[in-house]
């Protein structure tokens, strides 16, 4: 309270200093007001009011839970609505609005909603539910419509304004239809997958904030137990299959005033993997489609993003008169780019455009945008549109269709999509491997993610083959500077690098992407080469990356670089010392790469050595019936386990203490009992056989002896 005194003092003070100007006098004069106490149509709480095209007012009489029509001099003309939540009725209206048609537009704060009506009352349709997604409101309070019949909303606990436009299409009794597939499947070495799941779930909610509900969107995908709307209940009506999609196609589907076909995986030419056994053909869905059209008269927009699904562009048209888009993410015989988890690839941008509300049309060509600069130099992956029906992609009149619909009904999203405003300038290296990237974002929501894609000069592509990962790195925000920055440490081949950076929302909404180029000039490479000697096993690694010998025993590094080599040998060999490059020892290497560099890392099979104290042991007079034991020292003094095998041959009154097969470890001995127990006078002998793997000496026998009396 006492701030806001302040406040006022300080500005009355402000004005007062200020020398009197004078301004042309315009002055409003009382004219009359309505009502009178004691009416019928008295207000309680009106918070909103709007006139149309014929001065007729419109009051939003908020506790009364109506509205109130009157001519321009106050006279009562009608009144409309209760307390309520159905068709018709309110829960605290907050404002009005009127179009140049003469419709009225209410926001129904506490339903949630919006509600049109005609200009004297009649219900013509609603719009919205609680929520934050688009559509959605909490607590609507304000509402206006522009010329072109726009109509904007106040979503007022959001924090937001939404933005509505006309539908493309005349309401029917029959509903608008989606199918998605999500193919190919979890298989062991599918990596596409989890960016096949993304942006076939990001479509299935795209869906649902441009009008389509879990019973019009039939889920196809190996993943039976996906919640997507947090009802508690699985959201995929069926697995991918052949026979699943041809039942969705041509029976699920044939009631449907329209129908779009979503299908994202592995693709080859004019084939679809549904799941790790199971293949569609093109030729199949073309027949699965024209079964579908021989009754249904709406559109049809088949959207297929994989590897080569250009090839379906030529197998998919229509039969003559009936309408349908095909809008393919390549051209025959290309890759499909699947980047970043999938958030940069055909799909996604193009899913995002039509959750902004885009027309079919404008979402392909920004996709298709966005594609081109993430592909960058060469554009191996150009997307296709067809929707003159004749099988080819991408004519001069391909997209005339399309220009003029939308994926449902078309609601703008106000939501803020984020603008990278400015990026660092081209820059050129000159021998150095690291260069800064630096932009600044626009954005009034949250910016969670600025991150960049590197193409290097190097680059090159297979077709058939998804691209799943570029060279990437992030920019993190710079409190000093106001911009994000990311370096990036590997320009190490001579040529152009285009480096496109992306910005994401809390919405998981991107940016359109910009681009910059660093050029690498004065850029020398040197190969370093490892080679191994000996007869022992193991690998050589380096650091950096590159070597792994192994298979991989050469790389060429820049300029003067360090590269560190560790040897490491099999569990049958020892690594015994470098030769060549300044190497020696046995510990890590450290080599300055300033030419051509040659390494050999020498490795020994490990070997035992067998060897005792004595070849013979004598027992000296023993009585009958009594134990002597004497011990041999068996030592190990090569570099492998070595494994012996005793027994004793002749003389059945000796023997040994213990096991008969031993191991003894290298640089290790092992004391071994030998017992004599004689059962009778007189002089006994007999061999102790040792047997072991050590190559020079296989079998070692000890002579044994005593005499009993």
């Known amino acids: ?66 509205i109130q029509k009157f001519s321009s001099n106050g006279q009562f003309i009608t009144k409309w609505g209760s307390e309520g939540k159905g068709d018709g009725q309110f829960n605290s209206l907050t404002g009005i609005a009127v179009d140049s048609s003469g419709y009225v537009y209410v926001a129904d704060a506490e339903n949630h909603r919006i509600q ?47 933005v509505f436009k006309p539908a493309s299409y005349v309401p029917s009794n029959k509903v608008i239809k989606a199918i998605v597939v999500a193919g190919s499947g979890p298989y062991k070495g599918n990596n596409l997958w989890d960016a096949t799941e993304m942006n076939a779930n990001y479509a299935y909610r795209v869906l649902t904030y441009q009008g389509y509900t879990n019973d019009t969107i039939y889920y196809l995908s190996s993943d039976r137990n996906l919640d997507l709307n947090g009802d ?45 056994t199971e293949t569609l053909k093109a030729e199949d869905l073309a027949s699965w489609l024209s079964e579908l059209q021989e009754t249904m008269e709406g559109l049809v927009t088949v959207i297929y993003d994989a590897c080569e699904s250009g090839s379906f562009v030529s197998k998919l048209s229509p039969a003559s008169g009936k309408q349908r888009i095909l809008i393919t993410s390549t051209s025959p015989g290309e890759p499909a780019y699947f980047l970043s988890q999938g958030a940069l690839s055909f799909s996604y941008p193009f899913w995002s455009q039509i959750f902004g509300g885009a027309k079919i049309y404008d979402a392909y060509v920004m996709a298709k945008d966005v594609v081109g600069v993430a592909v960058g130099a060469g554009k191996s992956q150009n997307p296709e549109i ?23 009904k078309g609601f703008v999203t106000a939501g803020d999509i984020p603008l990278i405003s400015t990026i660092s300038e081209d820059q050129v290296l000159s021998g150095q491997t690291s260069a800064t990237i630096a932009v600044e974002v626009v954005s009034t929501g949250s910016i969670t993610r600025v991150w960049a894609i590197v193409h290097s ?11 799943t990962e570029l060279p990437s790195f992030d920019l993190t925000w710079n409190e000093q500077t106001g911009k994000y920055e990311g370096t990036y440490s590997a320009f190490t081949v001579a040529g152009t690098y285009t480096i496109t950076v992306y910005a994401m929302n809390e919405a998981m909404i991107i940016s359109l992407p910009r681009t910059t180029e660093v050029e690498q000039t004065l850029y020398t490479q040197y190969t370093l080469t490892v080679s191994k000697s000996g007869a022992g096993s193991g690998t050589v690694t380096s650091n950096p990356a590159g070597i792994n010998c192994g298979d991989d025993c050469s790389e060429t590094y820049s300029n003067v670089q360090k590269v560190k080599l560790t040897a490491k040998a099999n569990a049958d060999s020892t690594f015994t010392g470098w030769s060549g490059g300044g190497c020696s020892g046995t510990k890590t290497c450290t080599i300055t790469v300033n030419t051509a560099v040659a390494v050999t890392a020498d490795f020994a099979l490990k070997i035992p050595d067998i060897s005792v104290v ?30 012996v095998t005793l027994s004793v041959l002749g003389g059945a009154d000796f023997g040994i203490q213990g096991s008969s097969s031993v191991t003894i470890k290298s640089k290790k001995n092992y004391s071994l009992k030998v017992l004599f127990t004689p059962k009778s006078a007189g002089l006994e002998a007999a061999t102790l056989e040792i047997d072991s793997n050590d190559p020079d ?9 005593g005499t009993a009396h």
């Open 1 to 66: 309270m006492v701030k806001a005194l302040i406040k006022t003092f300080l500005v009355l003070l402000l004005v007062l200093s200020f020398p009197s100007v004078s301004f042309s006098e315009e002055i409003y004069e009382y004219e009359r007001m309505w009502p009178v106490l004691g009416q019928p149509w008295y207000f309680n709480a009106p918070l909103a009011i709007a006139i149309d095209s014929s001065s007729n007012v419109y009051v939003a009489d908020t506790f009364n839970h109506h």
């Open 116 to 162: 049109k009506f005609t200009s004297d009352g009649q219900f013509v349709t609603k719009w919205g539910s609680f929520g934050s997604n688009p559509g959605e409101f909490s607590y609507p309070k304000g509402i206006a419509v522009s010329s072109d019949g726009k109509v904007y909303a106040s979503d007022t606990a959001n924090n937001r304004i939404q």
């Open 232 to 276: 508690g209940k699985p959201d995929v009506d069926a697995d991918a299959t052949n026979s699943d999609l041809q039942n969705a196609i041509t029976e699920w589907a044939k009631d449907a005033e329209s129908l779009v076909v979503y299908l994202t995986g592995h693709g080859g030419d004019g084939t679809f993997r549904m799941s790790e």
């Open 386 to 408: 067809d929707d003159n029906g004749n099988g080819i992609g991408n004519e001069k009149n391909d997209g005339d269709l399309a220009r003029n619909k939308y994926i449902g």
């Open 457 to 467: 000069p190097d680059f090159s592509t297979t077709p058939g083959s998804p691209i």
């Open 614 to 643: 004595q070849t013979s042991i004598e027992f000296g007079n023993i009585k009958v019936k009594k134990k002597a034991t004497k011990t041999l020292k068996i030592m190990n003094t090569g570099t492998g386990d070595l494994s």
């Open 697 to 705: 000496t296989p079998t070692l026998d000890i002579s044994l002896s």
